[in-house]
C-alpha cells in the first residue's frame, strides 16, 4: 500500500515484571514458536541443491532456524502440546554437497548470498545437532569444509577494506557479506571440540583468528583516516567502516556496529589492544546519537534513502548501537576503562526512539521490524540484571579516572534497569505476534502490516521471529527460576549453582550473526 507509514503510532503498555505476567508471556511465546515451526514447515519447498542463497534469506536461514530451537528445546517445551522435530525440519533443509559456487573475497561472509560459506556453517552445526550437540572426540568435520574455511581466511587475510562487488565497490568487513560475518562463523566453530583430526586440520584456520581481528581493526583505521582526509575531523571516529564506496556506515548489518559487535565476541586477550579504540568508538557513536536525539545515522556523509525520517531498524539506526552497547557493558575491561556517561544516554534516548518508531509498518522481521527491534532490550535487560556490579565498577571507575565528586546524569543512569528494558521487550515480541505471515487477519491488530518479501526467511521473515521468541524464552525461564530461588530464601549468589538457572541463561544465543551473549557456538 502507497500510504502504508514507515512505522505505527505505539499504543502499547509495557508489562508489569511480575510471576504472573512473565509465566503467561513465557506460555503464550512457546505456543508462538510452535505454530510458526508448523507454518513454515508446510508453506515452504525442501532444497535438492543450495542454490545461490545465505542465511540472510531463503532455506538455509530457516534451516538455522530450527537447528537454534532444537538446541534451546529445554526451555520451549510445553506440557500441554507435544513440539515440533525441530532438528529434522532443520536437517531436511541442508543439502548433503557444497554448493557449485565460487569463494569470491566480496562474499566470504555466510549471511549474504552465493557463498560456499553458507553450507559450511549449516554442515558444521548439522553434525553437532546429530551428536545432541555435545561436542568432543566422536565429532568430526569433513575435510572439504576445513579446506574452504581455510581458503576463506586466506582470502580475508588479503583483502583491501573496499572491495569489487556486483560491479561497484563495497566496504569488506561487514557482517552480511564480509570479514566479520566469517569471523563470526569462526568464533563459533572454535567453541565447540572435535575428533583429533578435526582439531588439527582446523588449527590453522582458528589460530589466524588474531590476525583476522588484526586486519579488522586495520580497515576501521584506515577508514577513519580516509574519512578525515575527505570530510575533516567533524563526527570522525577512531573506527569507520565503508559500505559503499565514499559512504561509512553504522547499521548492524551494513556497518560498525555489527561489526564491533562481532568483534566484542572474541577472546579478552585477543581484544587487550584494541579496546582504546573500540571504547573511544562507542563512545563517538553514542555521541553522534545522542546529537540525532536518539536516532543513528544511516551513514556519514548523509546518504538519502528517499525516507521523511531516519530509520529504526537493525541494518540501519539505533537498535543495532543498542545491541552494541549491550554487548560492550558485558566486557568488563572495556567498560572500566572506557565507559562514558553518553553510553547510558545514548541507550535510553534510542530506547525510547525505538519504543516511539519501532513498530514498523513493514512487520516481525529481524532486519526491519518489530521483533529485531526487541532483541537488543533482551540483551540490555541481562546487562542491567545479571551485570550490574560490571556496571558499577564501570561508573566508578570513570568517577575516579575524571576526579568528579558524583556520577554526572545520575538521573539518566538509574532509569535503566533489567525491568527497564524487559517490559518493552515483551510488549514488542507479544506484538509481533500480530505480523504476516504469522497472522493473517486484516482486523487482528487494527496495524496493516505488509507481507514480507521473503515470509519464512531468518533475516525478513517468520523465522527471525521465532528466533527471537525462543530466546525471550529462555530469558522469561531464567528470571522465573531466580523469582522461585528467592521466594525461598536463597541468595542471588546461588544463582551460579543452580542447574535450572544455567541452563536457561545458555540457552539464549544471542542475535543470529550477531551473538551479544558472547560465541555459543550455535550461531
Not at 546429530?130 to 575435510?143: E, F, L, R
Not at 546529537?291 to 537498535?319: K, R
Not at 551485570?387 to 564501570?394: K, P, Q, V
Request: charged share 20%.
Amino acid at each position: 500500500m502507497g500510504d502504508r507509514p514507515q512505522y505505527f503510532e505505539n499504543t502499547l503498555t509495557p508489562l508489569s515484571i511480575n510471576a504472573v505476567t512473565l509465566t503467561d508471556s513465557l506460555r503464550e511465546l512457546r505456543t508462538a514458536v510452535r505454530k510458526g515451526a508448523e507454518l513454515i514447515h508446510q508453506n515452504t519447498s525442501l532444497p535438492d541443491t543450495w542454490g545461490s542463497n545465505g542465511l540472510f534469506r531463503a532455506f538455509p536461514g530457516i534451516a538455522l532456524a530450527f537447528l537454534r530451537l532444537d538446541y534451546q528445546s529445554s526451555v520451549l517445551e510445553d506440557s500441554t502440546a507435544a513440539s515440533p522435530d525441530y532438528r529434522r525440519y532443520a536437517l531436511q533443509r541442508i543439502p548433503s554437497s557444497l554448493p557449485d559456487a565460487p569463494l569470491l573475497a566480496s562474499r566470504l561472509s555466510p549471511i549474504g548470498s552465493s557463498s560456499p560459506m553458507t553450507a559450511v556453517t549449516l554442515r558444521i552445526l548439522a553434525t553437532l545437532a546429530k551428536q545432541d550437540w555435545q561436542s568432543g572426540s566422536n565429532v568430526g568435520v569433513v575435510g572439504e569444509d576445513i579446506s574452504c574455511l581455510h581458503d576463506a581466511v586466506q582470502l580475508a587475510l588479503k583483502n583491501e577494506p573496499i572491495v569489487p562487488h556486483d560491479g561497484r565497490k563495497m566496504g569488506g568487513d561487514e557482517m552480511l557479506f564480509g570479514r566479520a560475518g566469517l569471523l563470526w562463523t569462526l568464533l563459533n566453530i572454535r567453541a565447540h571440540q572435535f575428533d583429533q583430526r578435526t582439531q588439527h586440520a582446523l588449527s590453522p584456520v582458528l589460530e589466524a583468528i588474531p590476525e583476522l581481528i588484526r586486519v579488522i581493526v586495520d580497515a576501521g583505521q584506515q577508514g577513519s583516516r580516509a574519512y578525515i582526509e575527505k570530510n575533516g575531523e567533524e563526527n570522525a571516529h577512531p573506527l569507520m567502516y565503508v559500505w559503499m564506496e565514499g559512504y561509512f556506515g553504522f547499521g548492524a548489518v551494513h556497518g560498525i556496529t555489527g561489526i564491533l559487535t562481532i568483534l566484542l565476541s572474541s577472546k579478552p586477550e585477543e581484544l587487550t589492544g584494541y579496546l582504546p579504540l573500540i571504547g573511544g568508538t562507542i563512545t563517538a557513536l553514542c555521541k553522534l546519537s545522542v546529537a540525532a536525539n536518539g536516532h543513528l545515522p544511516m551513514t556519514l556523509p548523509p546518504y538519502s534513502f528517499g525516507g521523511s525520517s531516519e530509520l529504526v531498524q537493525l541494518c540501519h539506526g539505533s537498535p543495532g548501537l543498542l545491541i552494541l552497547l549491550g554487548t560492550a557493558l558485558k566486557n568488563e575491561q572495556l567498560a572500566s576503562a572506557h565507559w562514558d556517561p553518553i553510553w547510558d544516554e545514548a541507550i535510553y534516548l534510542g530506547t525510547e526512539r525505538v519504543w516511539e518508531e519501532g513498530l514498523l509498518s513493514k512487520g516481525g522481521s529481524l532486519c526491519h521490524g518489530v521483533a529485531g527491534n526487541a532483541w537488543a532490550w533482551l540483551l540490555l535487560h541481562d546487562c542491567f540484571e545479571y551485570h550490574a556490579a560490571t556496571l558499577n565498577e564501570a561508573r566508578t571507575s570513570y568517577v575516579e579516572r575524571n576526579q568528579l565528586s558524583a556520577l554526572p546524569k545520575a538521573d539518566v543512569s538509574q532509569k535503566l534497569t533489567g525491568d527497564f528494558f524487559l517490559s518493552k521487550a515483551l510488549a514488542f515480541m507479544l506484538q509481533a505476534r500480530e505480523t504476516k505471515p504469522y497472522n493473517t487477519s486484516s482486523t487482528a491488530s487494527g496495524r496493516d502490516y505488509r507481507m514480507p518479501d521473503e515470509p519464512y526467511s531468518l533475516f525478513e521473515g517468520l523465522a527471525g521471529n521465532l528466533c527471537a521468541w525462543a530466546d525471550t524464552c529462555a530469558i522469561l525461564q531464567a528470571r522465573l527460576r531466580r523469582m522461585d530461588l528467592v521466594r525461598q530464601g536463597m541468595s542471588t549468589s546461588s544463582l551460579s549453582n543452580d542447574p535450572l538457572f544455567q541452563d536457561a541463561l545458555h540457552r539464549q544465543l544471542g542475535f543470529p550473526a550477531l551473538g551479544g551473549n558472547g560465541a555459543t557456538g550455535i550461531y
